[in-house]
Nanobody, 123 residues
Framework: VQLQAYGGGLVQAGGSLRLSCAASGRTFSSYVIGWFRQVPGKEREFVAAISWGGSRTYYADSVKGRFTISGDNAKNTVYLQMNSLKPEDTAVYYC?????????????????WGQGTLVTVSS
């Protein structure tokens, strides 16, 4: 499966952005799709994930209540709606896919990765 992440940009603190992760090759409903983020010098950090069909969602504590992950099976696309953005949310955001629910927060457990999209939150 091929994944393409897009939708990043520059936004002021308190603002919103919606990231998209478009999947091709196989329907994403067969996979778990996760969002990770990374800043230079730090490890890739789990942000959120959604199970196939969207029946289960998972969030890092740092984004709970602010970010929402959702999926559109018909469009083979997963979205990450990011509200109340903070400067510390600034990072390159990646979407990734895997076929099981095990180790959902571990980047090493994901088999497929999209290119990153940069989110910059200004104070």
């Amino acid at each position: 499966v091929q994944l393409q992440a897009y939708g990043g940009g520059l936004v002021q603190a308190g603002g919103s952005l919606r990231l998209s992760c478009a999947a091709s090759g196989r329907t994403f409903s067969s996979y778990v799709i996760g969002w990770f983020r990374q800043v230079p010098g730090k490890e890739r950090e789990f942000v959120a994930a959604i199970s196939w069909g969207g029946s289960r969602t998972y969030y890092a504590d740092s984004v709970k209540g602010r970010f929402t992950i959702s999926g559109d099976n018909a469009k083979n696309t997963v979205y990450l709606q990011m509200n109340s953005l903070k400067p510390e949310d600034t990072a390159v955001y990646y979407c990734a896919g895997k076929s099981t629910l095990r180790s959902i927060e571990a980047s090493a457990a994901y088999d497929y990765w999209g290119q990153g999209t940069l989110v910059t939150v200004s104070s």
